[in-house]
């Protein structure tokens, strides 16, 4: 019976489990965030736009120098530019597109916050871990609190005064790296705090932990103008074992300009 029950739940988790890769994170560091390229003030054209443009009338000379301008996050492959010749797009415009489109994205960059609050030492849950699937894998990131905790980098400590009362410590980690991804389109997030160091899919989460953790849908544009995506977990001290944070929740956002 439990057997079963545990193959249901596997089945019902939107995330391929024949394959995956796991990073740990605590090779991050809370870099500067790279810079982000422009021509223009104007966002870039998408190929829906360019295909607008094209049949109300704009000349070709206009449209290549928006292209040139402001750049075109759009879809270059030769499945791509077939797509815009079918809709009546000229071939001076593709060729512009070809030359001036953004380049196609590769990963995204994750800029990852992690407030502890309260005057505790470890986690219950001592594990972070953010799954994304990306076609036939799934890609697992995790961290160790007390790790990063003790890591050279560490944490900054502040005081959250918003409770008139009562002070507590707030204790910030934040770390900057990328998310390889090979698969254009909607993507499921998991993130989730467990006490096993060795997940490699969500299916290994306790019920209790899978209860938990958020999921969000991502959808990860060919190309743009950058590639950035916030997550923010927080952590609270434990109302009975008070030397313990417990997972208290995330939020996660994407943008891509």
């Not at 809709?87 to 489109?101: M, R, T, W, Y």
Request: aromatic fraction near 8%; hydrophobic fraction near 45%.
């Amino acid at each position: 019976m439990l057997a079963a029950l545990l193959l249901a739940q596997l089945a019902a988790l939107p995330f391929p489990n024949a394959h995956s890769e796991t990073i740990n994170i605590i090779q991050w560091d809370a870099n500067a965030l790279p810079k982000i390229y422009e021509r223009s003030a104007q966002l870039p054209l998408t190929d829906d736009e360019l295909v607008k443009l094209s049949k109300a009338g704009f000349d070709v000379p206009s449209l290549v120098k928006m292209i040139s301008e402001r750049r075109c996050a759009c879809d270059a492959s030769a499945d791509g530019l077939i797509r815009l010749k079918d809709h009546g797009v000229p071939k001076e415009v593709i060729a512009a597109v070809s030359l001036h489109s953004l380049a196609p994205n590769r990963a995204l960059t994750l800029d990852l916050t992690l407030d502890l609050t309260g005057e505790s030492q470890e986690a219950r849950q001592n594990f972070l871990y953010f799954f994304v699937s990306d076609g036939d894998l799934t890609r697992v990131f995790s961290a160790n609190l007390g790790d990063l905790l003790a890591h050279r980098f560490a944490h900054e400590t502040m005081v959250d005064k918003s409770d008139l009362l009562i002070a507590h410590t707030v204790r910030r980690i934040r770390l900057i790296g990328e998310v390889p991804l090979k698969i254009y389109g909607a993507h499921t997030v998991l993130v989730a705090a467990s006490a096993n160091p060795t997940l490699t899919h969500p299916s290994g989460l306790s019920s209790t932990e899978r209860a938990k953790a958020q999921t969000y849908s991502l959808d990860y544009p060919r190309a743009s103008m950058q590639s950035l995506c916030r997550l923010t977990a927080g952590y609270q001290r434990d109302a009975v074992l008070t030397d313990r944070w417990n997972f208290a929740g995330s939020r996660f956002e994407c943008e891509w300009n």
